[in-house]
Structures are given as structure tokens and as C-alpha cells.
């Protein structure tokens, strides 16, 4: 059966940004129309092992009448952000298609940012293949040290050689502008401990605070389903911020201990230079990364890191 009924001039391009059951939201990128929109029965059944339409997605859709509209076809997926379910390999839950890049933000104090937390998401993220980027929000409350240097450089200066890292207050707006460039054209998911200021760079970074889902679904009482997954904020047509609730726990989930040298970027130069093949880079002899520890090539802090996690140490 082909699709050949639906005139092509019919079919407009959307993404989806909200799941609700068998409902999701679909955004029109360079529209503020936002529609309802549920797949046709040939989606559903064609793809039976994994979601037929995830967050994410891009789409084709037609007017169905009433707001609603039919989703026609569902664009291949560039990337998807898996859920592996326990105990299967098949029924891994795709939380979000279509992500680009990663952004892990912490604060210089209020909290006091969680190195330990950043190094997990940051494995999270080489795990996946995803590039990360990591936040420094409330620079407003940043202080010199005695020393002269800036306590969140000191903080964060670690990770400067080895990822992009953006210093802002979402208060001032100090920074926001080179961080908004960053993700321009991009789908980047944003994630951090609470209270580190995720809501107000949000705001900061213009995003649209859209919650038609509430009107649509008042109108047809359809689309009443909770959020149960990711969600995309608009900052412009072609610019989203993910919401992925489940990314947190998601950290340091499926990663064997013998993998997680790998993750850490800066150790890849020196994989493979250890006297033993497989060391642990823990207290073995003739360790390269133990040496480029003791050089100063490798932060002391990150290979810390390393070590508990190598270990298994909880904190
Ligand atoms: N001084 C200062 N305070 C900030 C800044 N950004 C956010 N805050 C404050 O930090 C607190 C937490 O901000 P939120 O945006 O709610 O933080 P969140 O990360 O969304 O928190 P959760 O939703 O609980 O995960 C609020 O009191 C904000 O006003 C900033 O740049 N500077
Ligand atoms: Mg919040
Ligand atoms: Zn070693």
C-alpha cells in the first residue's frame, strides 16, 4: 500500500515536542500553529520493537480537521537517546530522537557544584557519543580567591582543555548570549542537580513558555495524558532544549568498569601505554595514567573520579 492518496503540497513538516499515549504535540517550525496529532495505523504497525513516534521526531503531518492532524511519516532518526529496559535488549525505551549535543550545568555556589555528578554526566554522554558542554550559572555570586583566581575557574577550570565550558548568570545575563550561540540550530538536552538554575536559563535563553497542550486539550479532551516522557522547548524554530526527566538516572547506568578509562576523554592519548594490558590504572606499575597523573596532564581530581567509580565507591 503506498500513500499516494495524501497530495505532497498537504503534507508539512513538524517535530514533535510532547508525547502524551498515542497523542503527541507537533510543532511547525516557522508556525505558531501546534497540533495534535496521532500516527496513521501503517506507522503503528510498522515499527512494532521500538516507539513508532518518539520526541523528537521529525515528521510529516496532515490536517485531520479540528486541530488535529495525522502523522504520515516519521523522518529517519539521526540519533536516539536509549533507556535500556532490564534485562532485554530489544525493548530499550527511546526517550528522545534527534538529540544533538549535551549541556550539564552546575552553579559556582548555591548549590556547591557536585565534580563527582559533572564527571558522571559526562561519561553519560561519551558513552552515547553525545557532545557535551558544561554550564557555570550565578557567576553573579562568583568571589576571587586569595590567590587572585576566580573560584569558579578554580572549579571548572579542569575541564576547559577538554570540553566547551560557558561561564553566566541567567540573574545578569552575563554570558547567556555565547551559551545561546552554542546551541543555535540544535537540539541540546539540558540537565543538572536542582536549584543550579536550569528553569531560569531557560527563560533566560527565550524560551517559549508553551503549554497549548492545556487549551488543545481542553477543546477536545483529547492529549489529557500526563507528560510521561521528554519534552521540547522551543528557543526558535529550529532551536530546542530538551526536557528529559529520566536523564539523570541514567548516569553510570550500563557502563562496564573496564569500559570507563575510555570515558574519560583525556585519558585516550595514553590508553594502551600501560605495562599491562589490562591495567586498572589503580595502583599498578608502569602505569601511563597514573604518570600523567603525576605530570600534570590528567587533573588530580578527574582521575580521582576515575578511581572511585573504578572501584565502585558510592558518594
Ligand atoms: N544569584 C543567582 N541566582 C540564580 C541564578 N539563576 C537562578 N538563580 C536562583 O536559583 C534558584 C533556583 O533556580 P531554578 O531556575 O528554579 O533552578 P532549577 O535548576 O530549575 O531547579 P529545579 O527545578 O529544582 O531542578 C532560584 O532562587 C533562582 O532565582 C543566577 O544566575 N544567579
Ligand atoms: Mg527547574
Ligand atoms: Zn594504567
Request: aromatic content about 6%; glycine content about 10%; some cysteine.
Amino acid at each position: 500500500m503506498t500513500d499516494s492518496g495524501a497530495a505532497s503540497n498537504d503534507l508539512m513538516d513538524g517535530i514533535v515536542v510532547r508525547a502524551h499515549g498515542k497523542w503527541y504535540t507537533v510543532e511547525v517550525p516557522g508556525s505558531d500553529t501546534v497540533w495534535l496529532a496521532t500516527p496513521k495505523g501503517t506507522l503503528k504497525r510498522g515499527r512494532q520493537l521500538s516507539d513508532p513516534v518518539v520526541v523528537g521526531d521529525r515528521v510529516r503531518i496532515t490536517d485531520a480537521g479540528d486541530g488535529e492532524a495525522r502523522i504520515e511519516e516519521v523522518a529517519e532518526r539521526r540519533s536516539v537517546l536509549v533507556r535500556p529496559q532490564r534485562g532485554s535488549t530489544v525493548n530499550e525505551q527511546i526517550l528522545l530522537a534527534n538529540l544533538d549535543q549535551a549541556l550539564f550545568v552546575f552553579s559556582v555556589t548555591h548549590p556547591v557544584p557536585h565534580r563527582r555528578m559533572l564527571d558522571r554526566f559526562l561519561i553519560l554522554a561519551e558513552d552515547r557519543g553525545l557532545p557535551a558542554m558544561v554550564g557555570v550559572n550565578k557567576i553573579d555570586l562568583d568571589q576571587r580567591l586569595p590567590s587572585g583566581e576566580l573560584l569558579s575557574r578554580s572549579i571548572f577550570r579542569d575541564y576547559e582543555s577538554i570540553y566547551p565550558v560557558f561561564y553566566f548568570s541567567a540573574d545578569t545575563g552575563a554570558g547567556i548570549p555565547e551559551l545561546r550561540a552554542a546551541m543555535q540550530d540544535k537540539t541540546t538536552v539540558l540537565t543538572g542537580p536542582s536549584g543550579v538554575g536550569k528553569s531560569s536559563i531557560l527563560n533566560a535563553l527565550g524560551a517559549e513558555r508553551v503549554r497549548e497542550v492545556g487549551a488543545v486539550s481542553d477543546a477536545t479532551g483529547k492529549g489529557r495524558h500526563t507528560t510521561t516522557s521528554a519534552e521540547l522547548i522551543r528557543l526558535d524554530g529550529t532551536t530546542y532544549v530538551a526536557d528529559t526527566p529520566g536523564i539523570r538516572s541514567l548516569a553510570m547506568h550500563g557502563v562496564a568498569s573496564d569500559e570507563l578509562d575510555r570515558l574519560f576523554r583525556e585519558f585516550q592519548p595514553y590508553l594502551g601505554a600501560c605495562y599491562y594490558a589490562d591495567c586498572k590504572h589503580l595502583t599498578e606499575p608502569g602505569c601511563a595514567i597514573l604518570d600523567a597523573v603525576t605530570d600534570g596532564a590528567i587533573a588530580r581530581e578527574r582521575y580521582e573520579s576515575y578511581a572511585a567509580l573504578r572501584r565502585g565507591d558510592r558518594d
